[in-house]
Structure formats: C-alpha cells, structure tokens
C-alpha cells in the first residue's frame, strides 16, 4: 500500500502563486509515477499533469502548460506542484495520485492510490 498527504492549499489572488506538496509513504519503490488532478465544484476530476519518479518526465494539461511546474525529491518521496499565474478557474480540491504502471495516465482509472486532497481557492 502506498499513502499520500497533500499539503499547501490556501486562498490567494489572481496572479499569485501556490505550492502543493504531495509525500508519499508505504510501498513508493511499487509505484512508476506521480499525478496531480483538480475536482472544481460540480466539476469532473481534471489531468493537471504528472511526473515519472525516475528521470523526472513530466506532462502536463494544456490549460496550465506554461504556469505550473511538477518536480520531485526522490530522498523525501515528494512531488511537488509549483502553480504561477493562477486564475479564479484554478481554484478546485487538488488530489496527488501515485500510478504502479509504466507510461503517464492522465485518466482517473490510470491511478491507484490517492491523496484526500487539499484546496485552492483564487480571488479574483
């Protein structure tokens, strides 16, 4: 079994920027690689992007390609979501998901574990 915490959600204005941490603990080495997805209310969870643990390969969503960042600390067993330039559509519960399969899956039923998510909420 593989835990995730999410971490670093809050409120911030448009233009701002937030950092979510996601640390993962159990069984890490059974898992290939990291997703972040976002739930906006009365919305479908959405693919925000996600990273390889080993060489650090990311994909990311077309709609924050460009503004935020994936990252990982493979020492903390930490992936880390760097998001710049935010807009008040960004705001959503933010969930980590670690996938124990080769290849990124940018589809919920790609992932096997997952964090209980942490919010971010940007005023506009």
């Known amino acids: 079994q593989v835990q995730l915490v999410e971490s670093g959600g809050g409120l911030v204005q448009a233009g701002g920027s937030l950092s979510l941490s996601c640390v993962a603990s159990?069984?890490?080495?059974?898992?290939?690689?990291v997703g972040w997805f976002r739930q906006a209310p009365g919305k479908d969870r959405e693919f925000v992007g996600a990273?390889?643990?080993?060489?650090?390969?990311?994909s990311y969503a077309d709609s924050v390609k460009g503004r935020f960042t994936i990252s990982r600390d493979n020492a903390k067993s930490t992936v880390y979501l760097q998001m710049n330039s935010l807009k008040p559509e960004d705001t959503a519960i933010y969930y980590c998901a670690a996938r124990r399969y080769l290849g990124i899956a940018t589809n919920i039923g790609g992932y096997d574990y997952w964090g209980q998510g942490t919010q971010v909420t940007v005023s506009s």
């Open positions: 159990g069984r890490t080495s059974s898992t290939y690689s």
């Open positions: 990273i390889i643990w080993s060489g650090g390969i990311t």
